[in-house]
């Protein structure tokens, strides 16, 4: 047999070497390396909390999650806006919120399993489940981000910087098994993409990429879809996909100052400071983010940042000073100057009823009284963002950087040289009505002539009439707190007049406000001492007057409300109220008194108040009842304690909102002071004082508006 000799390397000896040498045993083998544990950013564990179940303390074991040295507890019954104290969303440490999560108070929901606190294996089961969710949405993220990667530019393209303008358009498909999506598009990028449903076309008109029609119906099967009094059908084999999508496009694209060149867009997020979110594009090495961040400072310092974003004007400076954005432009010797007033600075937004809201940028602009579509218009408007459809004149003017215009003489200061003393002017001009409700304090107090708009004064001929033609409009509205409140930014803004004397412009709107005050004596004045007695503790006052509700209704039935017992007076046919469609008054078994109308709540407990949906709802602490009534469009009124609004932890705008979407549903929420100066007649009130004929045995008060 022959054997082939090897050559003799470092590692192997020659045959020489081998000689003499003791044999050595072969290597072990080594073992295969153990696959890494999978990174868990997410840890869960357990704690023992006290809790209420039916009226008595409980001790009982809950799970904990927690995100390096911050620790939440995953407390029954609560929904992810109240767990997430640390906003680990808003901070974007968590992409959203965990899929499926539902918590009772002997086990949690998540990704559709369930995992029982009681099990020994429940907090690594858990944690499983929340890192395989975080997991996913990470690589989610990632292939969205990979996709919105810009393409190299090539040689032959502009190198400004300046995109080409593209055609906003819909687009609107039915895949295989027979779903319809429309799509928002801009160029080759999708900026949304929706199914039939009402949310979906609920999130296009918020955001500003489609006109709100003003009749849409969509059928319960998601096959057919009227909008205006036009009917697109997908069902029984009929494909009108190209029919609507040239509808949308001809119809509802948004105007030019809200879709056209959007790179801007603001959405409504109770969570933030300032109750909105902002989306832009953003380049950092390399890589394109186009994600959602809170409308804070450090938002609009990126938005800013000419190498990271350059959406804006070059020398443009935006200021956040609570609760106004405050439009500067840089001077040549370094300072700032605010923007000229003049129409280029004027953002017009058209509403869904005609009307117009116009936003002068040349003062500070109030946030808290803009929606989320005004907002958007505001940032994509020519004078700000630099990539919008803008006319020659402002842009030029923008990029020059001219001294500040001395005031004018026989005017008001012009928003250049006023300064910060602009911050006490109106920020918006209506030019019809306004688009949303007036503040608190003056909201209850227009008098019925108001509904009526009042005379146009004279057409202004020069720059100065038109500054001061806000004003006038102003002062010649009649009103007891409106004419008080605005009184001296009137004559700080309004030019000297030659007649009549100062004293009597001051005394005639006060004096206008009295004669109709004692002429039409406000319809709830009648309330005045009811409601001035102190109401009794809630338990006794939510059952006495759930007591006297059923009595006029003439019906009450027990259910079941999320885990709690209830019983509930139905005010429409369906009296079941675990039907989606019930409406009706109800009380659980811990004394929580509440309204319900198709998923929209306000429930009030010991001091605490939810508003909003069975899902999402903001809390109130420290507010509570002293009325339940109806008023005379037989809508259920919720008299609450004065100075509500602060109380929620949420930007006054997200509190007006969700009381606004209630009224909706057929509940009007009003503090004492609101319900007394309101100019909808309350019928009937029901309020249990704490001054009782019998102690033992308190009643609630029926109290019905007299007879005029």
């Known amino acids: ?56 303390e409980k001790e009982i074991e809950v799970f904990t999650m927690s995100l390096g040295s911050e620790t939440i507890e995953l407390l029954p019954l609560k929904n992810w806006g109240q767990l997430d104290v640390y906003k680990w969303g808003v901070r974007g440490k968590l992409p959203g919120t965990p899929a499926g999560l539902d918590i009772g108070f002997d086990h ?28 996913l949405e990470k690589e989610n993220l990632e292939l969205a981000r990979k996709k919105g990667q810009p393409k190299p530019r090539s040689a032959g393209q502009d190198s400004s910087g300046q995109p080409e ?35 979906g076309f609920s999130g296009l008109f918020s955001s500003g990429l489609m006109r709100k029609p003003k009749k849409l119906q969509i059928g319960v099967m998601h096959d057919w879809v009227e909008l205006d009094g036009e009917v697109f059908s997908f069902a029984k084999g009929n494909n009108d996909s190209a029919k609507l999508e040239k509808t949308l496009n001809e119809k509802y694209l948004p105007d030019a100052s809200l879709g056209r060149g959007k790179d801007v867009v603001v959405f409504a997020n109770a969570a933030s400071s300032t109750g909105f979110d902002i989306q832009f594009p953003v380049t950092k090495a390399g890589v394109l983010d186009n994600r959602r961040r809170p409308l804070v400072e450090e938002s609009l310092a990126l938005l800013q940042d000419p190498d990271a974003c ?22 040549p010797d370094g300072g700032e100057r605010y923007l000229e007033r003049s129409p280029e600075h004027t953002v017009t937004v058209p509403g869904d009823d005609g009307a117009q809201k116009v936003i002068d940028l040349s003062q500070p ?58 911050l006490s002017t109106s920020t918006e001009t209506p030019v019809q009505r306004p688009s949303q409700p007036p503040a608190e304090e003056a909201r209850a107090l227009l008098p019925a002539r108001m509904a009526t708009p009042p005379s146009e004064p004279p057409e202004p001929t020069s720059q100065e009439a038109q500054a001061a033609r806000p004003a006038q409009v102003i002062a010649s509205t009649p009103g007891p707190k409106i004419a008080e409140t605005l009184a001296q930014p009137v004559q700080a803004e309004a030019p000297p007049p030659p007649s009549p004397p100062r004293e009597a412009q001051e005394q005639a709107p006060d004096q206008r406000a009295t004669a109709v005050a004692e002429a039409k004596p406000l319809p709830n004045s009648w309330l005045k001492d009811v409601l001035a007695q102190p109401p009794i503790r809630h338990d006794w006052f ?38 989606p469609a019930f409406k009706g008054i109800y009380l659980t078994e811990k004394h929580g008194i509440g309204f319900l109308c198709q998923g929209h709540i306000a429930r009030f407990n010991q001091g605490v108040a939810f508003i909003g949906t069975q899902e999402s709802a903001i809390q109130g602490i420290g507010v509570s009842l002293a009325g339940v009534g109806l008023d005379v469009q037989e809508r259920i009124v919720f ?27 057929g509940a009007v929420i009003l503090s004492v002071k609101e319900a007394l100066d309101s100019q909808l ?23 019905v508006r007299p007879t005029e």
């Open 165 to 199: 303008a593209q055609a906003a358009r819909f687009r609107v498909e039915r895949d295989a098994n027979g779903q319809v999506h429309i799509r928002r598009v801009q160029g080759k990028e999708t900026l949304a993409e929706i199914g039939l449903n009402a949310p």
């Open 639 to 665: 008299v609450i304690t004065d100075g509500y609004r602060k109380k929620f932890g949420v930007p006054d705008q997200t509190v007006a909102q969700e009381f606004e979407r209630l009224e909706k549903y």
């Open 365 to 422: 602009v109030n946030y808290m009284r803009l929606t989320p579509i005004e907002l958007t218009a505001v940032f994509n408007h020519p004078s700000i963002n630099r990539h919008s459809q803008a006319a020659p004149e402002a842009a030029e003017a923008l990029k020059q950087a001219a001294p500040p215009q001395p005031a004018r003489e026989g005017a008001g200061a012009d928003a250049s040289a006023a300064g910060p003393a602009s």
């Open 1 to 56: 047999m022959n054997w082939t000799s090897q050559p003799a390397t470092e590692s192997q000896p020659t045959h020489h070497e081998e000689v003499g040498r003791p044999a050595q045993p072969p290597p072990a083998p080594t073992p295969p390396a153990s696959p890494p544990r999978p990174r868990r950013d997410i840890s869960v564990g357990k704690t023992r909390v006290v809790t209420q179940e039916n009226g008595k």
């Open 681 to 703: 007649p309350i019928e009937v009130l029901w309020t249990v004082p704490l001054a009782q004929e019998n102690p033992n045995d308190p009643q609630a008060v029926q109290s």
């Open 542 to 579: 939510a059952c006495t007057v759930y007591a006297r509700i059923a009595e006029r209704f003439g019906n009450s039935h027990d259910g079941i409300i999320g885990l709690s017992r209830c019983w509930a007076v139905a005010l429409d046919e369906t009296e079941d109220i675990a039907d």
């Open 310 to 331: 350059g959406l804006l004007h070059k020398g443009l400076v935006i200021k956040l000073t609570r609760p106004t954005f405050v439009f500067k432009q840089r001077t």
């Open 108 to 135: 949690v929901k998540m990704l559709s399993q369930t995992v029982l606190a009681s099990e020994p294996e429940g907090c690594s089961k858990l944690e499983t489940l929340f890192n395989e969710w975080l997991s």
